[in-house]
């Protein structure tokens, strides 16, 4: 888990709070990643960034928004969130090799248990 | 139904046995990879397969790819409590750099 960390680990937050989650990666990886995962739902991609660039926006609200200032570093902040928002949010990253060969292996922080009042 | 689903949801098996699990899927692939995550920690890469690979193993673990099927299974033999967790296979979507994840089986492994 020392190759993608994320902070905090937990966080809880009213309906009209503004927070952030952060993630590090300390692989080299030029692929970031934002995933949702509640219970007894599979994991939802929200949203991927390459080479800094925000590439894929699943849909995601607006009330989740990304930032990435540098292949290194992931963001996610939040504004007022609904309780349904309360998940677990996982940080990827990976080595995208730019060729065919498919979807590279991810790298996943320990994640940050966002509880929303 | 979504493009990865693993098959069974649970398993319960006593320490020492064999576990099997099985991911179907809809839409060509170019891999499949199989991750494993303990209790609401991050997801731990296993393994990784290629849609022209049948076959592959890495330690205790067997995975196996049937590309005319769309189906994958994980064999983790000798199994040991630390193995309990719930493990996913992803599969990207058309070729794409990302995956989708299926839901994921819990196994338990009874010491």
């Known amino acids: 888990e020392t190759g993608v960390t994320q902070t905090p680990r937990h966080l809880v937050m009213g309906m009209t709070n503004k927070k952030s989650l952060k993630c590090e990666q300390h692989?080299?990886?030029?692929?970031m990643y934002w995933y949702k995962q509640s219970a007894k739902k599979p994991l939802e991609l929200m949203f991927v960034?390459?080479?800094?660039?925000?590439?894929e926006n699943n849909s995601v609200p607006s009330r989740f928004s990304p930032e990435c200032p540098n292949s290194s570093h992931l963001f996610l902040h939040l504004h007022t969130l609904q309780p349904e928002d309360s998940a677990l949010y996982l940080c990827?990253?990976?080595?995208?090799?730019?060729?065919?060969?498919?979807?590279?292996?991810?790298?996943f922080g320990p994640g940050t248990r966002l509880t929303v009042l | 139904s979504q493009q990865g689903e693993e098959d069974p949801q649970a398993l319960s098996i006593q320490e020492g046995e064999n576990a099997t699990m099985n991911c179907s899927y809809k839409?060509?692939?170019?891999?499949l990879q199989w991750y494993r995550q303990n209790s609401g920690r991050g997801l731990v890469h296993l393994i990784l397969?290629?849609?022209?690979?049948r076959e592959k193993h890495s330690g205790r673990l067997r995975v196996t790819l049937d590309t005319s099927k769309k189906s994958s299974s994980l064999l983790i033999t000798a199994s040991r409590a630390a193995d309990t967790a719930s493990y996913f296979c992803?599969?990207?979507?058309?070729?794409?750099?990302?995956?989708?994840f299926g839901p994921g089986t819990r196994l338990s492994v009874l010491p």
């Open positions: 990827a990253s990976s080595q995208v090799s730019g060729g065919f060969g498919g979807a590279d292996t991810q790298y």
């Open positions: 692989l080299g990886h030029n692929a």
């Open positions: 960034y390459n080479f800094k660039e925000q590439t």
């Open positions: 839409t060509s692939i170019n891999n």
């Open positions: 397969i290629r849609s022209n690979e």
């Open positions: 992803a599969t990207d979507v058309n070729y794409g750099q990302n995956f989708v």
